[in-house]
């Protein structure tokens, strides 16, 4: 079989990672093109003496993959999915908060065979509640803990003037569901989106948000209540370059997809 043609939309701190780990070589898998502002003036990266890859705008990704992997600003998302998915292809999203604001991308998945596939990102039990959800669950609850520095920015904060730097001791900033935490913090709580499109929805995933200035990594405690299993889970992770995200997030982007080819698959 031929190698599956692999785009990356979006060079950051985990766009490279992605990169990094595609071009060192991964059996059945290509590092076609990655997908970037200005292709005529790439950013400067260390490919470790591999041939650089492609460098194209968003939208002209589609006609050098058979698919892309979105990490780039949520804003951007249908932009970087549509061709895609019109196409019949796969798109692999990591801002899977957006999704809830363009539900015609699953519908135009439908329409033309595309598939949109969430990774496990920056959290851990998705396949557990997954499972779960097959019967019946009666409540999920999560709380996220993050240093500071991630919050930077986040809309939420903003709109009420919260200046999280200046924080001596740990201060809870959002109570409320899951959808809206996505429109509030669309940078830093994906995670509680993935959680609740795995289990009941965005509107009964409830979640707490602490910005503290104590701790390291981001944590995340998962607590999922069904008539087959008690759940009861919790993640630290290490940050990448960019503060608002883990460094196991690109690395579970890269582990689903060994999936595509791989002749053993764990897990949902």
């Keep these: 079989m031929e190698d599956i043609r692999v785009g990356v939309a979006g060079f950051g701190a985990i766009g490279r990672s992605i990169a990094q780990h595609l071009a060192q070589g991964i059996e059945g898998l290509q590092l ?3 997908g970037v502002r200005n ?4 950013p ?10 492609r460098f194209a705008l968003l939208d002209d990704l589609e006609q050098y993959c058979d698919i892309v992997v979105e990490c780039a600003p949520a804003a951007l998302l249908a932009r970087i999915a549509s061709p895609f998915l019109s196409a019949g292809k796969k798109v692999i999203s990591l801002s899977s908060g957006a999704l809830l604001a363009h539900p015609e991308l699953v519908d135009l998945a439908r329409a033309h065979g595309g598939q949109i596939l969430v990774p496990s990102g920056a959290i851990l039990g998705l396949d557990a509640i997954l499972g779960a959800a ?7 609850k999560m709380v996220s803990r993050k240093p500071v520095k991630g919050f930077v920015g986040a809309p939420f904060l903003v709109e009420r003037n919260i200046d999280v730097l200046s924080l001596k001791e740990p201060m809870l900033i959002f109570s409320g569901t ?5 429109a509030g913090f669309p940078a830093n709580l994906n995670v509680a989106v993935s959680v609740s499109l795995a289990g009941v929805g965005p509107d009964k995933t409830l979640l ?10 981001n944590t995340h405690h998962v607590q999922v209540v069904s008539d087959s299993a008690l759940l009861s889970m919790e993640i630290q992770n290490i940050p990448s370059d960019n503060p608002k995200t883990g ?6 982007v890269i582990a689903m997809l060994r999936k595509l080819r791989a ?3 764990v897990g949902t």
């Design 39 to 42: 292709p005529d003036a790439p």
């Design 134 to 140: 097959e019967g019946n669950i009666k409540s999920v």
């Design 208 to 217: 707490e948000v602490w910005a503290d200035p104590t701790l390291e990594r």
């Design 44 to 53: 400067k990266f260390d490919w470790a003496g591999q041939e650089p890859p």
């Design 178 to 182: 899951a959808r809206e935490a996505a």
């Design 247 to 252: 460094r196991i997030t690109a690395q579970s």
């Design 32 to 34: 076609a093109a990655v």
């Design 263 to 265: 002749p053993l698959s």
